[in-house]
Structure formats: C-alpha cells, structure tokens
C-alpha cells in the first residue's frame, strides 16, 4: 500500500463505522445531532477542535485519525479537565 493511500485508511475506516458511532462536540453527548466527518476535519485542519477517540489503546494503535487523541471512554471524565485546557472544541468519535 503507498503511503499517500495508507494515510487515508483510518479515515475511510471511520467514515463507514456503525451508524450508531457518531460524532459530536463535548457537552453534547451522544443525543447531539452527528457532526459529518469532512466538518470534524476541517475543524481540526483550522485548529478550531481537537478530535478525541474514545476506543481501546489497543483499537487506537490498529488504526485511527491521524493526531487524534486517545482517552478511552471510560477515562473521559477523569481526562476533561486536561483535554479543555486545551481550548479547542473536542470533539468525540469511535470506529
């Protein structure tokens, strides 16, 4: 697989993720309305967001969205308090 090709799979991996795995910004939670994934990106690209995959380490080192964070679901709460001194949106995503 060429490089060029090989940076791509973890997007195409999320974009055909279970419909039941959205995206969403923090504070929204998982009722918000999904935020399509060429807007998450370009948030981030404008250093607007920082996007946060919320999967296993192990999922995580698999594959995921080039400079997204990893904080598994349940260290969400504990890792808050750190991901918004960052001062940018969060925004969440799995698959």
């Known amino acids: 697989m060429t490089r060029s090709v090989a940076r791509f799979v973890p997007l195409l991996a999320l ?11 923090a504070g929204a939670g998982p009722g918000a309305s999904p935020m399509p994934l060429a807007e998450a990106l370009a948030r ?3 250093g607007d967001a920082v996007l ?5 380490r192990e999922a995580y080192a698999e594959g995921h969205i080039p400079g997204a964070l990893n904080v598994a679901l349940n260290e969400i709460e504990g890792q808050a308090p750190a991901i918004r001194k960052m001062g940018r949106l ?3 995503y799995c698959g």
């Not at 946060?52 to 296993?56: K, L, P």
């Open 15 to 25: 974009a055909f993720a279970p419909l039941g795995c959205v995206l969403w910004p």
């Open 52 to 56: 946060v995959d919320v999967r296993s």
């Open 44 to 46: 981030r690209d404008r």
């Open 90 to 92: 969060p925004i969440l």
